[in-house]
């Protein structure tokens, strides 16, 4: 059954619950301004009164499946002479304040619950979406900078309570500045970082068994060869301020920074994606990110193995995305019974609505009838081994899941002896 589709099934399954509880190490590949649920990101932006909303036209009955709203800050007055988006006299794309739209919005539309679930479907993927068309999704909410700390807030505390301790996540730092206080784009990289890294330390100080969290500097690829360079010069200079929190640079040059690199997203076969396979290789990626098509080039698997080169793979991302069919179909046992390694991660979870890890553990479970609890502990312990911390952090972690695997499995049985 696709993902969700069938996620409210899943949800009720004792095995789910079971997978909920089991300790799963740590998450390799994640894209933090796509990790905090809908609900809750609602729940934050409507307490700033900054935060705007538009739409192409004033919504009804008849096409409010099919708009596509916009959001941003917005500090000056917005003028608005109609302030509810369901009003016939609403004038195309213009801003009006989140919290009053949704006060407005039409009564026979739902009210503000109505606009409630209007607005989280156009901030997730739903069935519809991912399996018949194709849907665009609202980030500009968690480049405003006074939302900023508060998202990776939730973000560390939805992750550590599904039982990940460590985390890796990419930040795409394409943007030049995010979105002030003042509603201008004045907020540079550094900040963007020295908050990351308050909120964490805070939330260590808090929760002892959470090891922390670290950046992977991310860019989009379709840049120039200037703009590239720009971007890797600012990731060194960031990586020189916090020597601790920067990992990894996920795109193609030559620097002494850890690559970790996006490559083999695609079905294709000698497409730019799979051909990228080889140049992350040969570029010396430490861990891939997907590495779907990798099954497609035995010699790039028996260098991965042989090499330590883990694929960070994301299940419902994959068929979600239209990668695979359905988890039976999706390449990941020729991966694991050649010896690659694997870390398995969620990616987009706001999106794809598979907070956490537990979703995507269970989905690999079901689909086999030959994984068991051994593979899923053997992939959650190597998501630490093949972490980018230091060689004593790691053992520590290691140990630290380890001891609460034990723990684990003593329960798991102990639970189920009659």
Known sequence: MEFLTGKSIIQKTKLFRIISKMPKGALLHTHLDLTVGART?????????AIHISAPEWITSANMAFIQPNLRPITTNSNASVT??????????????????????????????????????????????????????????????????????????????????????????????????????????????????LVVDQFKKEHPDFFGAKIIYSVVRDCDGDLLRGHLEDCIRMKQTFPELIVGFDLEMNVDIPFIFHAGETCGDGTRADE??????????????????????????????EKGIALEICPISNEILRLTASMPMHPLPILLNQGVPVALSSDDPAMFQNMG????????????????????????????VHSMLGESEKGRLVEFWETRWEGFIKELVASNRN
């Open 357 to 384: 890890l537990s979703f995507d553990f269970y989905q690999v479970l079901v689909a086999s009838e030959v994984t068991g609890l051994l593979m899923l502990g053997h992939l959650a312990r190597d998501s630490i």
């Open 84 to 197: 509810s988006l369901t009003d016939p006299a609403y004038h195309p794309d213009a801003w009006v304040p989140l919290a009053t739209a949704r006060e407005r919005f039409d009564a026979p539309l739902g009210g503000p619950d109505g606009f409630d679930r209007w607005l989280i479907s156009k901030m997730s993927i739903n069935p519809s979406d991912a399996y018949i068309t194709h849907n665009n999704n609202i980030r500009n909410l968690v480049y405003y900078f006074p939302i900023w700390g508060e998202y990776i807030r939730h973000f560390l505390q939805q992750t550590f309570e599904d039982g990940i301790f460590y985390v890796e996540a990419r930040i795409n730092f394409s943007p030049r500045f995010m979105i002030g206080a003042d509603g201008e784009e004045n907020v540079p990289h550094v900040d963007w970082l020295r908050t990351f890294n």
């Open 41 to 49: 990101l609602l729940d934050i932006a409507l307490r700033h009164p």
């Open 276 to 305: 990228n396979l080889y140049n992350a290789i040969l570029l010396g990626t430490r861990r891939i990110g997907h590495g779907f098509s990798l099954v497609k080039h035995p010699e790039l698997m028996h260098i991965c193995r």
